[in-house]
T-cell receptor
Framework: GDSVTQMEGPVTLSEEAFLTINCTYTATGYPSLFWYVQYPGEGLQLLLKATKADDKGSNKGFEATYRKETTSFHLEKGSVQVSDSAVYFCALLEAGTALIFGKGTTLSVSS | EAGVTQFPSHSVIEKGQTVTLRCDPISGHDNLYWYRRVMGKEIKFLLHFVKESKQDESGMPNNRFLAERTGGTYSTLKVQPAELEDSGVYFC??????????????FGPGTRLTVT
């Protein structure tokens, strides 16, 4: 069945460092791909999405490109801030199904 | 526009007791989903309503879990009797439901359930 694998955390960075969180997927069809974020004490929020191959989703300085050839959707940010500290979830959605999530990656940014 | 709301935000109960979680979706959203994240693991699908009908309940772990969505509005998820392994965060999400894999799901803040 479909699945999502993302790098285990926690990821600990200093402010202004470059961030990459790896995400790969397996799917039978042509899914949409998502990154969700959960800030401390809050619910899940959609961070960005891409619906077809080579699409780039971007939001709040974060980017991810839908790579069909490598079945990947890695999350990147050029310069992280303390306020980016959160848990990040990669997910996929195929038509007629529910979201399938990865295990989540905890990011901790220190000043 | 109000987002997805969930009640309570936290619940601590003893093993064997009953707990009912509530979710109010975004107004007009036909699709309602329940998900659960057990500590340190992935968020897993529990079930999916389309209006008041259960479309898919393949993720429900066992018959101690009962979900309802009367009238196609809010939904409740009852756990009876609760076991230790039911501890986790229960998320509810809603979507318009007519856009296939483009159908964005909006999540509530979750209910943290602790069974002692």
């Amino acid at each position: 069945g479909d699945s999502v694998t993302q790098m285990e955390g926690p990821v600990t960075l200093s402010e202004e460092a470059f961030l990459t969180i790896n995400c790969t997927y397996t799917a039978t069809g042509y899914p949409s791909l998502f990154w969700y974020v959960q800030y401390p004490g809050e619910g899940l929020q959609l961070l960005l999405k891409a619906t077809k191959a080579d699409d780039k989703g971007s939001n709040k300085g974060f980017e991810a490109t839908y790579r069909k050839e490598t079945t990947s959707f890695h999350l990147e940010k050029g310069s992280v801030q303390v306020s980016d500290s959160a848990v990040y979830f990669c997910a996929l959605l195929e038509a007629g199904t529910a979201l399938i999530f990865g295990k989540g990656t905890t990011l901790s940014v220190s000043s | 526009e109000a987002g997805v709301t969930q009640f309570p935000s936290h619940s601590v109960i003893e093993k064997g007791q009953t707990v009912t979680l509530r979710c109010d979706p975004i107004s007009g959203h036909d699709n309602l989903y329940w998900y659960r994240r057990v500590m340190g693991k992935e968020i897993k699908f529990l079930l999916h309503f389309v209006k008041e009908s259960k479309q898919d309940e393949s993720g429900m772990p066992n018959n101690r879990f009962l979900a309802e969505r009367t009238g196609g509005t809010y939904s409740t998820l009852k756990v009876q009797p609760a076991e230790l392994e039911d501890s986790g965060v229960y998320f509810c999400a809603s979507s318009q439901g007519d856009r296939g894999r483009y159908d964005e799901q909006y999540f509530g803040p979750g209910t943290r359930l602790t069974v002692t």
